[in-house]
Structures are given as C-alpha cells and as structure tokens.
C-alpha cells in the first residue's frame, strides 16, 4: 500500500509538530564538544512518500550532523559493493542490546562480529568500504550518501574536528577490533573517515529523503536514481529493525513497529516499506542516546498513518 492521500498526510505532520513542539525532555549531546551548541527548541519533522510527494513542518530545513543516521547508508553502500554474504560474515548482523560504544559487546561475542548499526560495527564496515586508501573510501561514502539524499552532502568541519579531538574511545574500539581480525584496513584510518561520515551534514528534509529510498527499493523517489538494488534493501531494514536504537530497540519495534536509526546530534530516520521515509530533527536525548520528540513524533505517526509492520490491518 501506500500513504494515506496527501492532504491526511500534511495535517498529520502539523499535529505532530503542535502535539510535541513543548516537551522539554532529555538533553543535547555534550560528549561530542561542537554538538552542544545545538538549539534544545530546534524541531523538524518531514515525511517522503516513495511517490516522491513530501510534507514537512518546522526546522525541517536547519542542518545538523547525521552522526549514527549515516551507518545503515554505509552499510548499505558496503553490501552493495561487496555483495551481502561477504559484508554480513565480515560484520555481524545480531543485536549487542548494549550502547552504541560498548567495549562489552565486542568481548562478550565469541566471534567478535557486531551489527552495522554499534560503533564496533560501523567503523568495521567503513573498513570495508572499496578504495585503494582512506581518500578514496571517503569518497565512495560521502557520494554514496548524498545519492540516497538526492543532493550533496558536505561535512561539518567544526563536528569533524571536535569528534576527531575526543574521539579516543571508538579508536579504541577499532584496535581492539583489529586485533581480533575484525577490522578490513588500517583502524586508525577507518576511525578517521567514520568520524568524517559521521559529521556529514543533513536536514530533516534529507532523511526522509534518504528514508524514502531504502522503502522504494533502492531508487530515490525524487532523483529516480538508483542508489543500490532492493535485495540489499530488506537486509538493512531488518537490523535496524533489530538494533537501530542501540539498547532500546526493542522498546522500538514493540512502539513503532518499523525500522528506524537514531542519531546523537538528534535525527531519527524511520522506513515504512513501499511507504515512504520519515526524518525528525529535536537535539534533546534520552538516556540511551536518541531523540526524545523524535521518538514520540514517530511513534504518534506510525499510529495514525498506519505504518506499524506487525500490524493486521
Ligand atoms: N559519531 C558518534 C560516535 O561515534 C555517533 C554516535 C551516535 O550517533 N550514536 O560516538
């Protein structure tokens, strides 16, 4: 099926902002020095149908840094590249049920793999992207991403370097990982172009966008241009179903009942499949590291444009 008619859609989005725009709940990001600058009452909400229609309210145009959004578009990218059996065997595909840095996660797994939406994971599939050096694997991602945006995607040099300044503890994660032969080049340098990818710059807008792509298959609903096979597609939606809210993705999917990834600058991309994309933007954080608005603007939308999965009807 698809999304309800335009008209539902765009009064739903408004009601969402209305519903929300006044909870004063969690807290922004600071371990990331640059990210505390963020505007507690930023809020952007943008809903992409895999016709191509969007609807969107409030800061939905204010850019932030995609942080973890980027990882399931990484990943996907790498099992685009390298064909799904060799990512997946290299990765891990199973839920950690930790945090996104956990150290407990690598060693509590007999065989050192993670899922790509962790730290431990992702900087794994950075590792895998094709290139000959950390230039060209930086490249292969930041284009691949701006392809599921339909635009291009330009880094936030101020996060970039304020992550790279404090970033100790997933270069530790790296190492460890090389160590048990789990990372595919250089750790230093994979650290080094996940922080980039991490600082990529996006909007509310973008991640619906984005979103919208991975529930068409593949093809980006407003460029038409196909960013990877639709094969590949229901592989990423199934773990981050799975594990897209670090900890709490069980509470998630029990919620929402859709694939969704947080970001800790803020965003939460959710995916209907053969729907459409759902992108919020609201710094404030939960304990776990997601948006607090961005949950309850997704799950109130899940409910009232019928997305949930698990849903009969
Ligand atoms: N760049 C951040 C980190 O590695 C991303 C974490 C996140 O968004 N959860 O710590």
Known sequence: GR?????????????????YRGVADGKVA????????????WFGICVAGTGGAVHEVGEAAQAFSIQSISKPFVFALVCQALG????REAVGVNATGLPFNSVMAIELNAD?????MVNAGAIATTSLAPGANAEERWRFIREGLSRFAGRDLVMDEEVYASEAATNQRNQGIARLLWGYGRMYSDPEEATDVY???????????????????????GVNPVTKERVVDAERCKR???????????EQSGDWLYEIGL?????VAGGIVTIAPGKGGLGVFSPPLDEAGNSVRGQLVTR????RLGLNLFASQ
């Open 30 to 41: 600071d371990y990331i020095p640059a990210l505390a600058k963020a505007r507690p009452d």
């Open 3 to 19: 999304l309800p008619a335009a008209a539902a859609v765009a009064a739903l989005v408004q009601e969402a902002h209305a519903r």
């Open 259 to 263: 694939p969704g990834k947080s970001g």
């Open 112 to 116: 050192r793999t993670m899922n790509p």
């Open 195 to 217: 922080t980039r990818q991490c600082a990529l710059n996006v909007t509310a807008h973008d991640l619906a966008v984005m979103g919208a792509t991975l529930a068409d298959g």
């Open 84 to 87: 799904g059996g060799r990512a």
């Open 236 to 246: 990423i939606l199934a773990v981050m179903a799975t594990a897209g809210l670090y």
């Open 300 to 303: 109130f939308l899940s409910e």
